[in-house]
């Protein structure tokens, strides 16, 4: 058997914020949804896309070492009503501030937020993953109108009113929502 062969990835595991900083170094690359396997299944139901980063390492007018960048893509959602796919755009901006503490984190101003370093490094993939996360939505699903099961459950209460039937008991429409869509 072929072991598949392993790309290098453009983004580095772990980097030392304040050594980049000093070095005013850029970290740019795209990375796909498989990357990121925490934000795959419940409850974030991310099914597949691509983003694009740009992280810039420096320091602020107070000489302090700052990450800034943006994080930009299309993910694919599932949608919690129909389990169809949902499309979902991702296009976020940050200011992270590395801490050694979570009492240094607390004294911020509120300009930046804090990143949490671990023996003095920061993890790229992980700062790309809570932005992507910031972004999402509470529930993925589709607005009204496009989602399939949102459309079948008003057409049938359209129904039940025009044909001036109620429902035999109030359960029928969740009895409709149990059914699988078509
Ligand atoms: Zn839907």
């Not at 949102?150 to 029928?172: W, Y």
Request: aromatic content about 6%; some cysteine.
């Amino acid at each position: 058997m072929i072991a598949p062969v392993m790309l290098r990835k453009p983004i580095p595991e772990e980097v030392d914020p304040v050594k980049l900083a000093q070095k005013a170094v850029s970290l740019t690359g795209s990375l796909t949804a498989s990357d990121f396997p925490a934000l795959q299944g419940e409850p974030y139901s991310v099914l597949e896309g691509q983003v694009s980063f740009e992280m810039h390492f420096g320091r602020d007018s107070q000489n302090q070492c700052l990450i800034e960048g943006k994080v930009c893509g299309e993910l694919t959602l599932e949608c919690a009503l129909c389990l169809k796919p949902v499309g979902h755009t991702v296009n976020c901006q940050f200011a992270l501030r590395p801490v050694t503490s979570t009492d240094e984190a607390k004294a911020l101003e509120e300009a930046y937020e804090p990143v949490l370093m671990d023996q003095g490094r920061v993890f790229p993939l992980f700062i790309v993953q809570e932005e992507i996360l910031l972004s999402l939505p509470q529930v993925a699903k589709h607005s009204e109108g496009i989602c399939t099961i949102a459309q079948s459950v008003t057409k049938f209460a359209d129904n039940l009113s025009s044909n001036g039937q109620g429902p035999k008991n109030p359960f029928s429409v969740l009895e409709f929502l149990k059914r699988k869509p078509e």
